[in-house]
């Protein structure tokens, strides 16, 4: 069992739908990312957090440490949104990411 | 901005070659580390760096090994390739130990193997 799950794996809405995308993961960690990946493109990091939520533009991430789950939301999603999201998490004491593999998400005009 | 470059987009082999996929980071960073991605198994650690000549094996650090000869550039090496190492491979960077410090992703270098 991976230490990081995500879902759903794919997902399809029509532009301008709400988008929430989960990620769980199994162990103690100090941090978790949210990064962005389009085809054929490099991955960006959209989000890193401990704890709490953050908001950046139409995008929200929420993490709960108790029940070890964090949300990527999109407001009024966009084509211009549809990319692989991808959630990776920093164990205690340890310089390495362990990663989900990944939600892929379309968004229909 | 953090600039992370790899060495090319696009790289075809042969079996048995001994491919070199290189890695620089600007930003001065401790840390490096070099990732494949394959579909339906994310992104998988090969080897990591935190500082100058120090290297440490990640989870597949099979058939590959690192160089880091100089803060900026990391280098994978393949010391004869298979056809099992096409995939895309991905070099990061970040900042120093003993934080969760975000990692900077380069685009990425697909590698096929013939």
């Known amino acids: 069992k991976n230490e990081v799950e995500q879902s759903p794996q794919n997902l399809t809405a029509q532009e301008g739908e709400f988008i929430t995308i989960n990620c769980s993961y199994s162990v103690g960690i100090s941090a978790l990312h949210w990064l962005q990946q389009h085809p054929g493109g490099g991955i960006v990091s959209l989000f890193m957090l401990s704890s709490g939520k953050k908001k950046h533009g139409r995008l929200i991430a929420t993490i709960n440490i108790q029940e070890k789950h964090s949300s990527l939301h999109i407001t009024a999603s966009h084509p211009r949104d549809s990319a692989v999201y991808i959630c990776?998490?920093?164990?205690?004491?340890?310089?390495?990411?362990?990663f989900g593999t990944g939600t892929r998400l379309t968004i229909i005009p | 901005d953090v600039k992370v470059t790899q060495s090319s987009r696009y790289l075809v082999k042969r079996t048995g070659e001994k491919v070199f996929l290189e890695c620089v980071q600007d930003?001065?960073?401790?840390?490096m580390f070099w990732y494949r991605q394959d579909p339906g198994l994310g992104l998988r650690l090969i080897y990591f760096s935190y500082d100058v000549k120090m290297k440490e094996k990640g989870d597949i650090p099979e058939g590959y090994s690192v160089s880091r000869e100089k803060k900026e550039r990391f280098s994978l090496i393949l010391e004869s390739a298979s056809t099992n190492q096409t995939s895309m491979y991905l070099c990061?960077?970040?900042?120093?130990?003993?934080?969760?410090?975000?990692?900077?992703f380069g685009p990425g270098t697909r590698l096929t193997v013939t």
């Open positions: 930003m001065d960073h401790e840390n």
């Open positions: 990776a998490v920093h164990l205690f004491g340890n310089e390495k990411l362990t």
């Open positions: 990061a960077s970040s900042g120093s130990s003993g934080a969760p410090y975000e990692q900077y």
